[in-house]
């Protein structure tokens, strides 16, 4: 990491402590992790479904991944 350095002024130690917030959160929000692509689990997925076959045994293969 970096270290920071006041270049021009004399910060408070308030002022100083706002900045730093603010570039760490900035810097956590970069570093987000990239496999969080889709849904977690199934039960999140808001994405539409197709509609399942028609027939005497469509019941069974309702819930199969497609």
């Known amino acids: 990491?970096?270290?920071?350095?006041?270049?021009?002024?004399?910060p408070t130690p308030e002022?100083?402590?706002t900045?730093?917030?603010v570039v760490q959160a900035r810097a956590a929000a970069?570093?987000?992790p990239a496999s969080a692509?889709?849904?977690a689990s199934a039960w999140?997925?808001?994405?539409?479904?197709?509609?399942?076959a028609h027939g005497?045994?469509?019941w069974r293969t309702s819930?199969?991944?497609r």
């Open 1 to 10: 990491m970096t270290p920071i350095q006041v270049l021009h002024g004399q």
């Open 15 to 17: 002022e100083l402590a």
């Open 19 to 21: 900045v730093l917030a």
């Open 30 to 32: 970069g570093a987000a």
């Open 37 to 39: 692509s889709g849904p």
């Open 44 to 52: 999140t997925n808001r994405t539409p479904r197709p509609v399942p």
């Open 56 to 58: 005497p045994h469509a």
């Open 63 to 65: 819930f199969w991944p």
